[in-house]
């Protein structure tokens, strides 16, 4: 089942914060962030896991609310490779593969 | 280092033609899931497979297979072409759960 991500779309100028969400109805294992530009393969951006561990490789933060099964991505003064298409992927235990959300386009101007 | 590797980058099929998408992996990833791409729909799970000889259905297995033979390997195939199956199609890789996936570069396939 597919999680569900909020908003759907945000436009932002340069330097400007955003923060997009990602929710589940099911209990979740782990929730995965990742980047996907035009015409481009998504690209990892982190992932958190049951009992707040955190792992990642950009400077862009998240937070997982385990009892509430949701997820929010943090983008803090952004810039303009910001942009793209932001998809949210949860697992629901060790041995199932990611389901991904609809997406959250984000584009920022200067 | 290839990664992920995904051939055709670009098909285009008759219906009822049938077809199969190669992905391989050369980063010993045991985890390997097939997606489709389509506007508006997010990345939609078709199959997957957590290691090879075991492979399990997602959300949306109706007109494809796989088989997971080698480590390496995760060929999707198309039994019967249909105009509904025109989509971007993805292969991702991870190691296993704890870790991100490596997504291949695509194939986008149109069915006429």
């Known amino acids: 089942q597919q999680p569900v991500q909020s908003p759907q779309a945000v436009i932002l100028r340069e330097g400007e914060d955003a923060v997009i969400n990602c929710s589940s109805s099911k209990a979740l294992y782990s929730v995965h962030w990742y980047r996907q530009k035009h015409g481009e393969a998504p690209v990892f951006l982190m992932i958190l896991l049951k009992g707040g561990e955190q792992k990642g490789h950009e400077k862009i933060s998240a937070s997982f609310n385990e009892k509430k099964q949701q997820s929010s991505l943090y983008l803090t003064a952004s810039q303009l490779s910001y942009s793209g298409t932001y998809f949210c992927?949860?697992?629901?235990?060790?041995?199932?593969?990611?389901?991904f959300g609809k997406g959250t386009s984000l584009l920022v101007t200067p | 280092n290839a990664g992920v590797t995904q051939t055709p980058k670009f098909q285009v099929l008759k219906t009822g033609q049938s077809m199969t998408l190669q992905c391989a992996q050369d980063?010993?990833?045991?985890?390997m899931s097939w997606y489709r791409q389509d506007p508006g729909m997010g990345l939609r799970l078709i199959h997957y497979s957590v290691g090879a000889g075991i492979t399990d259905q997602g959300e949306v297995p109706n007109g494809y297979n796989v088989s997971r033979s080698t480590t390496e390997d995760f060929p999707l195939r198309l039994l019967s072409a249909a105009p509904s199956q025109t989509s971007v199609y993805f292969c991702?890789?991870?190691?296993?759960?704890?870790?991100?996936?490596?997504f291949g570069s695509g194939t986008r396939l149109t069915v006429v």
């Open positions: 992927g949860t697992e629901k235990n060790s041995g199932y593969a990611l389901n």
């Open positions: 991702a890789s991870s190691p296993g759960a704890y870790y991100g996936y490596t």
């Open positions: 980063m010993n990833h045991e985890y």
